[in-house]
C-alpha cells in the first residue's frame, strides 16, 4: 500500500550558486559518505549530483509529509547507488515496515527526484 510520495525539481544554475556564495551547503546536504562519490567527479557533475542527492531528499521530506526540519533533516536521509545504480534511499528514522522507491534523473539544467513510500 502506498503510504506516500513526492517529487522535487532543482534547478543545477541555483545549486552552483548557493555553493559558490556558501560552500559549506555542501556539507550541510551531503553526509560524508555521499560526499565520498564526488571523487574523481568534474565540476559540472558534481553540481548535478549534489542537485539530484537535494532533488531526492525533498521528495522523501514531501512523501514522509515531514518537510526537512525537526522530523527529518538533510543528514538524515542518505542516498546510494545500488548495484544495478538505482538510487538506494536510507533514513534510520522512517519505520522499518516502509519500502522505499526512489528515482533520479539529470538534464544540463535540472534534476529532479521521486519517492514513493510503501508499506510492505
Known amino acids: 500500500m502506498i503510504v506516500g510520495?513526492?517529487?522535487?525539481?532543482?534547478?543545477?544554475?541555483?545549486?552552483?550558486?548557493?555553493?559558490s556564495r556558501q560552500p559549506r551547503f555542501i556539507t550541510r546536504i551531503l553526509t560524508?559518505?555521499?560526499?565520498?562519490?564526488?571523487?574523481g567527479m568534474n565540476d559540472r557533475r558534481k553540481?548535478?549530483?549534489?542537485?539530484?542527492?537535494?532533488?531526492?531528499?525533498?521528495?522523501?521530506a514531501k512523501a514522509?509529509?515531514?518537510?526537512i526540519g525537526e522530523a527529518v533533516n538533510w543528514k538524515d536521509v542518505e542516498v546510494f547507488p545500488a548495484q544495478n545504480g538505482a538510487p538506494m534511499?536510507?533514513?534510520?528514522?522512517?519505520?522499518?515496515?516502509?519500502r522505499v522507491h526512489a528515482s533520479i534523473?539529470?538534464?544540463h539544467a535540472y534534476a529532479i527526484g521521486q519517492v514513493i513510500l510503501e508499506r510492505a
Not at 560524508?32 to 571523487?39: A, M, T, Y
Open 32 to 39: 560524508v559518505e555521499e560526499r565520498k562519490g564526488l571523487d
Open 105 to 107: 534523473s539529470h538534464s
Open 47 to 60: 553540481i548535478e549530483f549534489i542537485t539530484g542527492r537535494f532533488a531526492i531528499k525533498e521528495a522523501f
Open 64 to 67: 514522509n509529509g515531514s518537510g
Open 5 to 19: 510520495t513526492g517529487i522535487d525539481i532543482s534547478e543545477c544554475k541555483r545549486i552552483e550558486a548557493v555553493i
Open 89 to 98: 534511499l536510507v533514513c534510520p528514522k522512517l519505520d522499518e515496515s516502509i
